[in-house]
């Protein structure tokens, strides 16, 4: 064969070759295409912890897609409300937001399964149900509706009981009193007199400050602190009874989830689970040092009465009752919710219960 003309063929077909490497990048560009989404928080930027969780989501989602997909977090207030990102993702003003689905009560009271019920589930048995027990695929039927899908990106393990300028001993001591709440616990503590408030978390200081409210529920000791709840009100109440086991969600825009490739889509499933982890074990970590901390500084620790706790119980019992009777997709995920909660509580009573309650005595004993 003429040397020029094998080399001319040779030629041909390696820009052939070439030119079908060129036109294969396309494809694999289309599976890894470079997206920018914005997350609204609900909270401020100094919670490291619950705004942290958006984070570790954010900087897990840019890894894994060699900084292909980039999610921007803000701040509540800094592109929309602390208690507006449901209808900003609905509408696709965002494409997501990472919140508390009680914040959003008011439109529905079913929004409230998403993050957590009065004298519901604990940290370990709401993942069980969410994961698990069918919970997850309920709440993305409803929140489909509102144009919307969720996963799990968080969890504050069961909170405190709030701070009170006053003693709090009987339920006669709740009567009028203005008491900073979220979601459903505020409806169920107004049966007994008390007057809700639905606060942002970076607004509380001020109003308890000022005296607009008598008291104010937030997360734990670590956050409190943060915010400087002890320097404003002394005595802090315990168990939260309406936050046994608090699930912060990542709120996804359905037409912007649908738009996703199929791995992205499992990437930003990973990295949900993956901060709802990060997130009670910051909080387990951080807890116990500034608990000791605003104890030392004065802070009067006092548990709700026996008294106070039945009396909420049997409201929250008797509410959950009127609400299923009107409203078919609330008593679909009471029923659900509650049916998990039953056999939950009869499985740790004794595992988890057994082991805790003795090693705390071994703890009050200072064999700890």
């Known amino acids: 064969m003429d040397r020029r003309s094998f080399i001319k063929k040779a030629g041909v077909a390696g820009a052939g070759a070439a030119a079908s490497t060129v036109l294969a990048a396309p494809a694999i560009a289309q599976e890894n295409p470079k997206i920018t989404w914005r997350c609204s928080s609900g909270f401020p930027k100094a919670l490291d912890t619950i705004y942290g969780a958006a984070e570790v989501f954010a900087a897990a989602v840019n890894e894994a897609t060699d900084g292909n997909f980039q999610i921007q977090v803000f701040g509540a207030g800094e592109i929309v409300g602390a208690l507006e990102g449901a209808d900003a993702v609905r509408d696709g003003t965002i494409e997501m937001a990472h919140t508390a689905s009680y914040y959003f009560f008011g439109k529905d009271p079913s929004w409230a399964f998403g993050t957590g019920v009065p004298f519901g589930l604990n940290q370990r048995m709401t993942n069980g149900w969410l994961y698990e027990g069918g919970g997850l695929d309920l709440l993305n039927e409803f929140y489909a509706a509102n144009n919307m899908i969720s996963f799990p990106a968080g969890n504050t393990g069961a909170q405190m009981g709030g701070w009170f300028r006053k003693e709090i001993n009987t339920v006669a001591d709740l009567q ?13 503590i107004s049966e007994l007199g008390v007057v809700p408030q639905n606060i942002p978390g970076g607004d509380i200081y001020a109003a308890l400050e000022r005296g607009t409210i008598d008291g104010a529920e937030f997360v734990g000791p670590y956050d409190d602190a943060k915010l400087g709840f002890n320097k404003v009100a002394p005595y802090c109440y315990y168990p939260g009874w309406w936050e046994g086991g608090v699930t912060l969600l990542n709120m996804i825009n359905l037409d912007k989830w649908n738009e996703l490739p199929s791995n992205y889509k499992g990437i930003v499933k990973s990295a949900s689970a993956l901060a709802n982890g990060v997130m009670m074990a910051r909080y387990d970590s951080l807890n116990p040092a500034a608990l000791k901390k605003l104890v030392a500084e004065g802070t009067q620790l006092r548990p709700y009465s026996r008294e ?22 609330f008593k679909k995920l009471h029923d659900s919710y509650m049916g998990y909660r039953g056999d939950g509580y009869l499985w740790f009573q004794l595992s988890e219960y057994s082991f805790d309650t003795f090693m705390m005595l071994q703890q009050r004993g200072g064999k700890l």
Request: aromatic letters at 12%; a neutral charge.
């Open 176 to 188: 009028g009193l203005k008491f900073r709440i979220g979601g459903f616990g505020g409806r169920i």
């Open 308 to 329: 106070i706790l039945e009396a909420c119980f049997d409201a929250a019992t008797k509410v959950y009752g009127e609400i299923s009777a009107e409203n078919p997709q």
